[in-house]
């Protein structure tokens, strides 16, 4: 029980990320030292805890996400409209909307997840097959651009973004990483900390970050984070491609290691917001997305006020999406196979009762 709060608590933190991140993203001027880091790890660690509680994987499961996808991305289209975004209404369903990304792309680790089940007793297809999905997902984004050139001589809409496509490999090993991890080894995961002083993980936390902000440029890390973009867009001279994205992976690992290490196993508020992560990030953008049409008052301020107003917004947010009673309103939405199946269930079951009706009184 105590492991299961402790994890709440991390996706507690970590919902509070994205909100905060997507915030500070709205005008970002001197503040991009904070995203980064932020993007450095919060989506792998999301993705890392996604595949560790997939050991299940169920077709009910990737339904529920593609329902939820139509019903998001449909419902911003029309918002984003209204909020100043877009000039006209547009129902785009190739390329998701900001954060809807992952919801695409969890489906399609889940149904991965659902096949290397099936194979699991298939000895050498499996580990074959994990070898070839984590080789493709490294050099995903080297080749990335060529692959999309080619693609766009028959479809001329595709982007890198299109379906999260290049988001979905350029994670995946975060997913696999997470899906393969025990109880037991996520239990040494907690306690490995323990057995060393915290200055040598501090230092190496900080020397990475330090290395982040002198060493990199942001226009070219910042494409690198969030991982739906080729090489191109990323490519720093005198480093190569497989040094910048291994140097991607590792950071992301370390800020996974320190977040389960650091975050506690008691009851809080994080383990409310944990709980109702999802709800947080299907709604938060709600409140984001007219920021970026009406910022102009946020530019104004220096870096400093920016980052306190958008810290004490995302813990406002943050409360109210992830609150018990906003929940209970939208559980319909957010789960939305599972309540399709209680409305079938007592709709057939209600016909039935009228069939067996009819039986006892035929004259």
């Known amino acids: ?52 509680f997939s050991k299940r994987p169920s077709i009910k499961k990737v339904i529920n996400l593609i329902l939820l996808y139509v019903i998001f991305q449909t419902f911003f289209c029309v918002y984003r409209y209204y909020a100043g975004n877009f000039s006209v209404i547009q129902f785009t369903y190739g390329r998701p909307h900001t954060h809807l990304w992952y919801i695409v792309s969890l489906s399609s680790w889940y149904m991965l997840a659902i096949i290397l089940k099936k194979i699991n007793t298939r000895k050498i297809l499996k580990p074959a097959l994990l070898i070839l999905l984590l080789g493709v997902s490294f050099y995903s984004r080297f080749y990335a651009d060529e692959v999309i050139e080619f693609i766009k001589m028959y479809y001329s809409n595709m982007h890198t973004q299109t379906l999260s496509i290049l988001r979905t490999f350029v994670f995946l090993p975060f997913f696999l990483a997470g899906l393969y991890c025990s109880r037991d080894l996520m239990s040494k995961i907690y ?106 008052w946020l530019n104004e301020q220096n870096p400093d006020t920016r980052l306190v107003f958008c810290f004490t917004m995302a813990l406002g947010i943050t409360s109210i999406l992830g609150s018990r009673a906003f929940n209970r309103i939208v559980k319909y939405i957010i789960y939305p196979m599972k309540y399709l199946e209680l409305f079938y269930a007592r709709l057939f079951n209600q016909t039935d009762k009228n069939d067996e009706y009819k039986k006892r009184h035929i004259v």
Do not use: C
Not at 20 to 46: C, D, R, T, W
């Open 1 to 52: 029980m105590q492991k299961d709060i402790k994890l709440n608590n991390v996706k507690g933190v970590l919902i509070f990320l994205v909100v905060f991140a997507h915030l500070l993203g709205v005008s970002k001027s001197g503040l991009e030292n904070m995203i980064e880091f932020i993007y450095s790890f919060h989506m792998p660690a999301f993705i890392f805890l996604n595949g560790y």
């Open 191 to 296: 306690s490995l900390l323990d057995k060393f002083k915290f200055k040598l993980f501090f230092t190496l936390a900080v020397s990475a970050l330090i290395f982040i902000i002198l060493d990199f440029h942001h226009d070219k890390f910042d494409q690198l984070f969030f991982g739906f973009l080729g090489y191109q867009k990323f490519y720093i001279e005198n480093h190569s491609y497989t040094g910048i994205v291994f140097f991607h992976y590792s950071l992301a690992m370390l800020g996974i290691f320190l977040l389960l290490n650091i975050v506690g196993s008691g009851k809080n508020k994080l383990t409310q917001w944990g709980e109702n992560s999802l709800a947080i990030f299907l709604f938060h953008m709600i409140f984001v997305f007219p920021l970026f049409t009406h910022n102009s």
